[in-house]
């Protein structure tokens, strides 16, 4: 419970719009945090992990993710149960692969194709 409420708190301080401490967030160490909260056995925490990997991904300091070692947790995450987390690891790795053709490259090498063309396929919502 404390873990997942440490990581929403982080979370949400990266959502907010105007500025974000995402340099901060890096800094103290926490990317690599939420990188091992991928595979905590709690969907609640991997789906807040995500988010916030998300969060930081979709500023210039996408390769920090990517360095961290998150790919391969966010495209095991792709096969989850949870159709939440499923959804946010595919928003995350969307951000990586769109920032450059190397970091699309080790997305795609990393085995992603697969797993998002079967939640295309069988969508759980409509997002």
């Known amino acids: 419970e404390e873990l997942l409420e440490a990581v929403q708190g982080f979370r949400k301080m990266l959502s907010i719009e105007d500025k974000p401490p995402v340099e901060e967030v890096i ?7 939420f990188v091992r909260m991928l595979s905590y056995d709690c969907d609640k925490v991997q789906f807040e992990a ?3 990997l998300t969060n930081v991904a979709s500023t210039e300091y996408t390769r920090t993710v990517v360095d961290c070692g998150g790919v391969p ?3 095991q995450l792709l096969l989850s149960a949870s159709a939440n987390v499923r ?3 595919a928003w995350c790795l969307g951000n990586i692969a769109g920032d450059s053709v190397e970091l ?3 997305v795609l090498a ?15 919502s409509n997002s």
């Not at 990393?110 to 759980?124: M, R, S």
């Open 27 to 33: 800094e103290c160490g926490a990317v690599p945090m």
């Open 110 to 124: 990393t085995g992603a194709l697969d797993p998002l063309l079967k939640n295309i396929q069988n969508p759980e």
């Open 73 to 75: 947790g966010l495209v």
């Open 104 to 106: 699309r490259d080790i």
């Open 50 to 52: 995500a988010w916030a």
């Open 87 to 89: 959804e946010q690891c």
